[in-house]
Antibody
Framework: EVQLLESGGDLVQPGGSLRLSCAAS????????MIWVRQAPGKGLEWVSV????????YHADSVMGRFTISRDSSKNTLSLQMNSLRVEDTAVYYC??????????WGQGTLVTVSS | DVVMTQSPLSLPVTLGQPASISCRSS???????????LHWFQQRPGQSPRRLIY???KRDSGVPDRFSGSGSGTDFTLKISRVEAEDVGVYYC?????????FGGGTKVEIK
């Protein structure tokens, strides 16, 4: 059974930092690109970051570039998102998922990040 | 960035009746490799999104055959042949032909 389990979401003050993790199992994690997608309360889906299967290529949305860093540890089947200089507008549920172009596509249950003073 | 425009925003449907959602992209989604990376997602209330249709018209495993996708270039459609109660939720089209990945704004399907 495929599982993606996010963790690390919390309440943090503006300007603060947080690190999200996504533990993957049940599929060939090392071969798939992985993405983070977020959903602000009551809003639609917004892609945040992507990392290639080998971890060498990363790409971030303009809204988070320079503040967020995606990384992966294929030895531990773990995807991470380091979030710095957090803003109120970063408040959202953050989901990890594998490559949407893959034949099998999976999402986690999400983790809530709240940025507020 | 590729802009994805969905319509309608809200779609009240009678149980057992068909439903159709339109998605238009600001540029062709035909990739140089010949594939079109246009997918449809369903998000039921309180749940994570799940992919229903990938590459325009291929159904994901476990997706009922009442869901179908069609289209090409910049115009795409998701159809539900007979809406059931479990189909309530928000549907998103997403393009993955050209990065960054971009989503449509969503269509909320509800039962009349």
């Amino acid at each position: 059974e495929v599982q993606l389990l996010e963790s690390g979401g919390d309440l943090v003050q503006p300007g603060g930092s947080l690190r999200l993790s996504c533990a993957a199992s049940g599929f060939n994690f090392g071969s798939d690109a992985m993405i983070w997608v977020r959903q602000a309360p009551g809003k639609g889906l917004e892609w945040v970051s992507v990392i290639s299967g080998d971890g060498y290529k990363t790409y971030h949305a303009d809204s988070v570039m320079g503040r967020f860093t995606i990384s992966r540890d294929s030895s531990k089947n773990t995807l991470s998102l380091q979030m710095n200089s957090l803003r109120v507008e970063d408040t959202a549920v953050y989901y990890c998922a594998n490559d949407p172009n893959s034949a099998g596509h999976y999402w986690g249950q999400g983790t809530l990040v709240t940025v507020s003073s | 960035d590729v802009v994805m425009t969905q319509s309608p925003l809200s779609l009240p449907v009678t149980l057992g009746q068909p439903a159709s959602i339109s998605c238009r992209s600001s540029q062709s989604l035909l990739h140089s490799d010949g594939n079109t990376f246009l997918h449809w997602f369903q998000q039921r209330p309180g749940q994570s999104p799940r992919r229903l249709i990938y590459q325009v018209s291929k159904r994901d495993s476990g997706v009922p055959d009442r869901f179908s996708g069609s289209g090409s270039g910049t115009d795409f459609t998701l159809k539900i042949s007979r809406v059931e109660a479990e189909d309530v939720g928000v549907y998103y089209c997403v393009q993955a032909t050209d990065w960054p990945l971009t989503f449509g704004g969503g269509t909320k399907v509800e039962i009349k």
